[in-house]
């Protein structure tokens, strides 16, 4: 009853265009989410995200959930979701993505997952590092254990939003570093990220990981920049 009235007294709202939720719609409405473009990476193991790093790192399996575009539904889900608290969000696409890879063979490979970590100095600044709770809704959907312990970031940078691809590839080079024991030899790490663009993060990361000996990576994402 009580959170009833939260709801009357403080109706949510679709943080894809603003209207009021139905008592049944979490998040995002049922009109956004079916204007929602979907990526079906899980379906194309030779798909756009994956061969984003050909040549760069050896990559087991990548995919994103969604499209991120200028304007549209997913920017603001993002954006939402980095800079204004909504942490939710990240659930919800978890829990989307986590419907399709539930039944690809290579999930049962997972050992662990492991977020693109954010800077101490950042994650003060914004209290919470972003794909958490995406990756935590994977762990409990794929039973797969979350662990934040392994990868660290090292240098505090700026934004990256208006930097070009060989600024962001300056940058990310060497930030990274792994901290490992001889438990986590030999495992299959799934790394995850907000959204992916040029990747270059992502390889920096990735090429952390694969110092530990017999290191495997997958990537998934919840969104990839599609122009």
């Given at each position: 009853?009580?959170?009833?009235?939260?709801?009357?007294?403080?109706?949510?709202?679709?943080?894809?265009?603003?209207?009021?939720?139905?008592?049944?719609?979490?998040?995002?409405?049922?009109?956004?989410?079916?204007?929602?473009?979907?990526?079906?990476?899980?379906?194309?193991?030779?798909?756009?995200?994956?061969?984003?790093?050909?040549?760069?790192?050896?990559?087991?399996?990548?995919?994103?959930?969604?499209?991120?575009?200028?304007?549209?539904?997913?920017q603001e889900m993002i954006h939402s979701?980095?800079?204004?608290?909504?942490?939710?969000?990240?659930?919800?696409?978890?829990?989307?993505?986590?419907?399709?890879?539930?039944?690809?063979?290579?999930?049962?490979?997972?050992?662990?997952?492991?977020?693109?970590?954010?800077?101490?100095?950042?994650?003060?600044?914004?209290?919470?590092?972003?794909?958490?709770?995406?990756?935590?809704?994977?762990?409990?959907?794929?039973?797969?254990?979350?662990?934040?312990?392994?990868?660290?970031?090292?240098?505090?940078?700026?934004?990256?939003?208006?930097?070009?691809?060989?600024?962001?590839?300056?940058?990310?080079?060497?930030?990274?570093?792994?901290?490992f024991t001889d438990k986590d030899h030999?495992k299959h790490f799934l790394l995850i990220?907000?959204?992916?663009?040029?990747?270059?993060?992502?390889?920096?990361?990735?090429?952390?990981?694969?110092?530990?000996?017999?290191?495997?990576?997958?990537?998934?994402?919840?969104?990839?920049?599609?122009?």
């Open positions: 009853m009580f959170e009833n009235l939260i709801n009357v007294l403080f109706p949510k709202v679709c943080v894809g265009c603003n209207t009021f939720l139905l008592s049944n719609e979490k998040v995002i409405c049922t009109v956004c989410r079916h204007e929602i473009p979907l990526t079906n990476h899980h379906l194309n193991p030779e798909n756009e995200a994956f061969k984003k790093f050909y040549g760069k790192i050896p990559v087991e399996f990548t995919s994103t959930l969604v499209y991120y575009h200028k304007k549209g539904i997913v979701l980095k800079y204004r608290g909504h942490e939710e969000i990240g659930t919800i696409l978890g829990d989307w993505h986590a419907e399709d890879l539930k039944r690809l063979p290579v999930t049962s490979t997972f050992d662990a997952i492991i977020p693109v970590p954010l800077h101490k100095k950042r994650l003060k600044e914004r209290g919470y590092n972003q794909v958490t709770t995406f990756g935590l809704a994977l762990s409990d959907n794929l039973n797969i254990t979350y662990d934040t312990s392994i990868l660290r970031r090292n240098i505090y940078s700026k934004t990256q939003v208006k930097k070009n691809l060989l600024k962001r590839t300056e940058v990310v080079g060497n930030i990274f570093e792994v901290e030999n990220d907000d959204v992916l663009t040029t990747g270059s993060t992502l390889e920096a990361c990735g090429r952390a990981l694969l110092k530990i000996p017999g290191a495997k990576i997958s990537i998934v994402c919840m969104a990839m920049s599609h122009s």
